[in-house]
């Protein structure tokens, strides 16, 4: 998803053996840490890195299914993976939230653009495996933090994709499958939490 060509080509290649594509899922991403004022500061080559293969990947496979879509009679679905942390903002993984907010504001303009040929729909979920360099025991405590005591699985966030990409009535709107973690505000990402004391 880094390489322009190698998108495209993989899409066309995709598209050659699926002809009847109706769905197209993009959980491609990078998620590295920076912050502003630590550290390791947001630096230039890591904006532009988040940004391609966070929001430009995912806008040119969108385009790319569109232009595939223009002569079908079928309403297809392409989902750009979002994040939870969209809804409960925090300073840490700043390259990385930075792409992500562009990608949902995507959802919306793109559903507008492409309407009888393309559903436009964000997904969000939340925790759902470690991530960057958290160990299994933090994985444990971080996972629970949530208004149900649990956030979302892998097959939770398959069903729910399954969902939006059967649902022909939705479009231009995200769904957050993650257990009501959005809704429990935090001045930092939820990995870092897992080391404190409470």
Known sequence: MANEAATKDLFLAVNQIFPHLSCLINSASIFE?????????????GLQEHMWVNLTAPILLLKLMFDCQKSKLSTSAII???????????PDYLAYTLSKAALLSSVELLAMDFVLYLRVLGFAPGISLPSGDQMNDGFAIAHPMTLLGKSSTPLDVAKAAVFLAEAGAITGTTLYVDGGQHLSPSSRDVMFKTNEVF
């Open 80 to 90: 750009p993976l979002l994040d939870q942390k969209l809804i409960n903002l925090n």
């Open 33 to 45: 840490y920076d912050r502003a004022n630590s550290e390791t500061p947001l630096s230039e080559k």
